[in-house]
Each structure stands twice: as C-alpha cells, then as structure tokens.
C-alpha cells in the first residue's frame, strides 16, 4: 500500500492518495478542486486514481469530486448518512457513484476501506477506516478523520449555524460530536494513525497542530478537547463551542456548491496577462474588483490601483480576504508581484470557487502605468492615540470576537474581519475609522476593504504586544 499526504499550506488542508501498487488502482480523499495535482502525484507513483471519497460537505474549499467525475470510470464514495438537508445532490443519477451509510465497505485493488459515520462537525461526516489485506493486515493501519478529529483539535461542531445559518444546531451539534468521540474510537488500537483533513491555520478548528498526522493514543494522551470529550460531557459542549474564529463569509458558498453542485471546468482557467489599457478600461466596469496580492502592506498603502483591496497572496489572508469581501459571481483583476505568481494566485480562487477572473498585470507594469495612484492613510500603532481618534471618529477592532473579549483597545468596537461585509450598515460613513488588529496584517485587509466601499479608513499598522499574545494563545493567524 502507498500512502501520501496533498497538502495545500494556504487553506491548510490534507487530501490522500491511497494507493494499491499490486492492481495499479488509487482512491483519493478530500481532493481540492484543481485535481491536476493529484493526478500528477498518481502517475509519478504509477498509479491511476479509480475512487474518489469524500468525509462530508466540506465549509472552506470546493471539494474536486466533480472533477474527477467527468470519468465515467472513476468510483464516487459519498455519504448517504446526514439527513435530507445534507444529502449530496449534485451527481444525480451519475454511474458509478456510490451512497455509503454507516459500515459500507468498498476495496481499492487489495485495500480495504469502511466507511464510520461520525457526526458532530456535520450531519453527515464520514471517517474512513484503512486496512491493507494485500499486505497481510487484519486491522487497520489509518483512520482519515476528515473534520472529525485533527492533531490537537477536534472539527468545529458550530459551522452549519456560524456559516451555513441553521438556527438552533449549535449545541446539538456539539453533543453529537461528543457522542461520535466517544463511542466511535473506543475499538481502536492506539497504534491506527489518524490522517485529518487540515493542520494548523485551518479554521476548521480553534487549536490545530501542525503535525501532519497523529496516533490516536497520541491523541487520547494529549488532545486536549479529545480527552475531554472522553471524561466530562458537558465541560466538553462548552469547551468546543467558545472561543470559535468567526468563518470567512465564503464557507456558507463551499457549504452549497459541494452539496449541489458548481460548474465543472477541467482545470484552473487561465485569463489573460493584460496590458496597462486593457487593464484599466476593465478596472472602470462598475463589476470589476481589484485584489493587490503583494505581502508588503506599507507598499500597498503608499501606492496601489484605486479601490484595490489588499490580499497577500502567500498567506491564508489571501483566500480569506477573497471569500470575505468578494462574490462567487464578481469579476476580479489581479496585480501580482510576479508574473509566476499568476498560477498560485488562480489556484486559490479557484479552489474556493471564484471562475470569474478577468485577467492580471504584475506590479511593475502597473506602477510604470501610472496605475498604482491611490495611498492608504496609515498609522504605525506606536504612534497611534486612541484617546485622539476617538474625537476623531471610531477604533474598529477587526480580530476575531474571542480575541477582543479578552482584551481591546479603550472605546474599540468589534467588527471580525471575515463578517465585516455583513455589517457595513453599522459603521457611520460621515466619521473617520481606524481599523486595528494587533500587528496590522488583518487590519490592512479590512481597512482597504472599507476604503474599496467608500468609507473613510485608517490602517492601523504595527505589533501591540497584547493583542498578539491574545492571538498566539488562542492560535489565530494573525
């Protein structure tokens, strides 16, 4: 049996190869969208990918199922367990497609593969059980939790009403994740390794590590919420449900489009290198938004495209500020650093589900166009003076709600981030806002967010010392 682990460092997420090297066939799990990729890493092992699995409905990356299923040849294996309301509906009546419930089985070459159901993170999540019969085992070596259980963390129990809007499912959802915890790994050896569906910097979970697999005795020994969930049930539902990120706004889209369906495009689009003129005759379109991918943000706020929003592209804020601030539908223009960066930078829109790229121009050939004409007022945080700004207009706080509750600035209010589109109507468009979150890099993307809707904001930019140790303790990128 061949095993290797895909993982996507900005979404920090886990896909598998599974691989039979005596029949030549391969399963894949939780692939991305761009399944090119997973394709390349099959041949290279000599291998053909004949089975697709998916854990369940996934919140924070379009699922590459779809893809894959233009091969009538190639296996679906979806859950059948979950409910009407978290049934997949977008293979219809697809050959080769396989509804599993509780305790299916189905073999890849000589590996064995059960699915369990383990609600709690969704309705209708699966794990899939590993076990290598072409080897000679009689037990399984692998877990894949999915959004079940994660190295550190558990799955969040509370998305299908923070992102998806179930009213009500919040702490149902977390004493059945509980239940599944409890009940669904005591036959396990300690010996099974588990393979997740995300590592730290996922928000997914509140406490990921960075690991890229685990044991489950490692886990029962030093997952916090696992060892909770196994001893004190109600200390457990508290426990996962406080403290959450709020998600990007993006998470209730992946929620629809993975159970009904997103058009299927056989690969990553590839729009044009445009010209200063083209770029600037598509920039003027009322539907066009401007994404500025570069990591320095004192660059982006000295001289970038007006109404561009700053979106670092080697960072999660990247498919963060994308999925927070734009629509599946819009049309985007992007200015990158590099003409290399064009294919990373159209992978994660992609994989989050954003078709609708107009074209790119690089940095250079902007500013040498006299594109990048517009500055963002800053403020570097030693320099700031709350007392001062509060005469001024308003200190809107953009870290998560947890983050604030544990300490802000005097007279702050919170706006997380990835809500911020949510509740533009609560900010006063006639008073200046100074956006603060403890190191700047979120507050760079709120306040180009603000400024790209026609409000009058301030870049609070730098470290306080507090606010990053908030960060840190709670595990935020920040």
Same mark, same amino acid.
């Given at each position: 049996?061949?095993?290797?682990?895909?993982?996507?460092?900005?979404?920090?997420?886990?896909?598998?190869?599974?691989?039979?090297?005596?029949?030549?066939?391969?399963?894949?799990?939780?692939?991305?969208?761009?399944?090119?990729?997973?394709?390349?890493?099959?041949?290279?092992?000599?291998?053909?990918?004949?089975?697709?699995?998916?854990?369940?409905?996934?919140?924070?990356?379009?699922?590459?199922?779809?893809?894959?299923?233009?091969?009538?040849?190639?296996?679906?294996?979806?859950?059948?367990?979950?409910?009407?309301?978290?049934?997949?509906?977008?293979?219809?009546?697809?050959?080769?497609?396989?509804?599993?419930?509780?305790?299916?089985?189905?073999?890849?070459?000589?590996?064995?593969?059960?699915?369990?159901?383990?609600?709690?993170?969704?309705?209708?999540?699966?794990?899939?059980?590993?076990?290598?019969?072409?080897?000679?085992?009689?037990?399984?070596?692998?877990?894949?939790?999915?959004?079940?259980?994660?190295?550190?963390?558990?799955?969040?129990?509370?998305?299908?009403?923070?992102?998806?809007?179930?009213?009500?499912?919040?702490?149902?959802?977390?004493?059945?994740?509980?239940?599944?915890?409890?009940?669904?790994?005591?036959?396990?050896?300690?010996?099974?390794?588990?393979?997740?569906?995300?590592?730290?910097?996922?928000?997914?979970?509140?406490?990921?590590?960075?690991?890229?697999?685990?044991?489950?005795?490692?886990?029962?020994?030093? /997952?916090?919420?696992?060892?909770?969930?196994?001893?004190?049930?109600?200390?457990?539902?508290?426990?996962?449900?406080?403290?959450?990120?709020?998600?990007?706004?993006?998470?209730?889209?992946?929620?629809?489009?993975?159970?009904?369906?997103?058009?299927?495009?056989?690969?990553?689009?590839?729009?044009?290198?445009?010209?200063?003129?083209?770029?600037?005759?598509?920039?003027?379109?009322?539907?066009?938004?401007?994404?500025?991918?570069?990591?320095?943000?004192?660059?982006?706020?000295?001289?970038?495209?007006?109404?561009?929003?700053?979106?670092?592209?080697?960072?999660?804020?990247?498919?963060?500020?994308?999925?927070?601030?734009?629509?599946?539908?819009? /049309?985007?223009?992007?200015?990158?650093?590099?003409?290399?960066?064009?294919?990373?930078?159209?992978?994660?829109?992609?994989?989050?589900?954003?078709?609708?790229?107009?074209?790119?121009?690089?940095?250079?050939?902007?500013?040498?166009?006299?594109?990048?004409?517009?500055?963002?007022?800053?403020?570097?945080?030693?320099?700031? /003076?709350?007392?001062?700004?509060?005469?001024?207009?308003?200190?809107?706080?953009?870290?998560?709600?947890?983050?604030?509750?544990?300490?802000?600035?005097?007279?702050?209010?919170?706006?997380?981030?990835?809500?911020?589109?949510?509740?533009?109507?609560?900010?006063?468009?006639?008073?200046?806002?100074?956006?603060?979150?403890?190191?700047?890099?979120?507050?760079?993307?709120?306040?180009?967010?603000?400024?790209?809707?026609?409000?009058?904001?301030?870049?609070?930019?730098?470290?306080?010392?507090?606010?990053?140790?908030?960060?840190?303790?709670?595990?935020?990128?920040?």
């Amino acid at each position: 049996m061949l095993l290797r682990q895909i993982f996507d460092p900005y979404l920090a997420q886990y896909a598998y190869l599974i691989g039979c090297q005596r029949s030549g066939d391969a399963l894949i799990i939780d692939p991305e969208r761009d399944i090119d990729r997973c394709q390349k890493l099959a041949a290279e092992n000599g291998l053909r990918i004949t089975a697709v699995a998916e854990t369940h409905i996934h919140a924070d990356f379009v699922s590459g199922g779809a893809e894959f299923a233009r091969d009538p040849d190639v296996h679906l294996y979806l859950s059948a367990e979950g409910g009407p309301d978290w049934t997949y509906k977008w293979p219809g009546d697809r050959p080769n497609t396989h509804f599993l419930k509780d305790g299916g089985v189905f073999l890849v070459g000589n590996i064995r593969i059960e699915a369990i159901h383990t609600p709690g993170h969704t309705p209708e999540h699966m794990s899939y059980l590993i076990t290598d019969i072409g080897g000679g085992a009689d037990q399984p070596v692998a877990l894949a939790t999915g959004d079940f259980v994660f190295v550190g963390d558990v799955g969040r129990p509370d998305l299908l009403e923070s992102a998806a809007g179930q009213k009500g499912v919040m702490e149902p959802s977390a004493r059945q994740l509980q239940t599944s915890l409890h009940d669904r790994l005591t036959p396990f050896a300690d010996f099974l390794q588990i393979l997740p569906a995300h590592g730290a910097g996922s928000a997914c979970g509140k406490a990921l590590g960075a690991l890229p697999t685990t044991t489950l005795g490692y886990e029962r020994r030093f /997952n916090g919420a696992l060892k909770l969930a196994l001893t004190d049930r109600d200390a457990f539902v508290k426990e996962i449900l406080a403290g959450q990120p709020e998600p990007p706004l993006y998470f209730a889209t992946m929620k629809r489009v993975n159970r009904d369906g997103i058009p299927v495009t056989g690969g990553v689009p590839a729009p044009p290198h445009l010209d200063a003129a083209e770029f600037r005759a598509l920039a003027a379109g009322k539907d066009a938004h401007i994404l500025d991918t570069r990591e320095d943000r004192a660059a982006f706020d000295a001289a970038h495209a007006a109404y561009a929003i700053h979106a670092p592209l080697r960072s999660p804020f990247f498919s963060t500020a994308a999925g927070s601030y734009l629509a599946e539908a819009d /049309n985007i223009l992007l200015v990158l650093e590099s003409e290399p960066d064009a294919d990373l930078a159209l992978r994660q829109l992609y994989r989050i589900g954003f078709d609708h790229i107009a074209g790119w121009i690089t940095v250079q050939e902007a500013q040498d166009a006299g594109i990048l004409s517009t500055g963002q007022p800053r403020v570097d945080f030693p320099e700031f /003076n709350s007392a001062r700004a509060l005469l001024q207009g308003e200190i809107i706080d953009v870290r998560t709600t947890a983050e604030f509750e544990d300490g802000h600035l005097d007279g702050a209010r919170s706006f997380p981030y990835t809500r911020l589109k949510t509740r533009l109507d609560e900010l006063p468009r006639d008073r200046r806002l100074f956006i603060h979150c403890g190191t700047g890099k979120r507050a760079s993307l709120a306040a180009s967010f603000l400024v790209a809707e026609g409000f009058d904001a301030v870049h609070i930019d730098g470290v306080c010392a507090e606010c990053e140790r908030i960060a840190e303790a709670q595990g935020i990128a920040h």
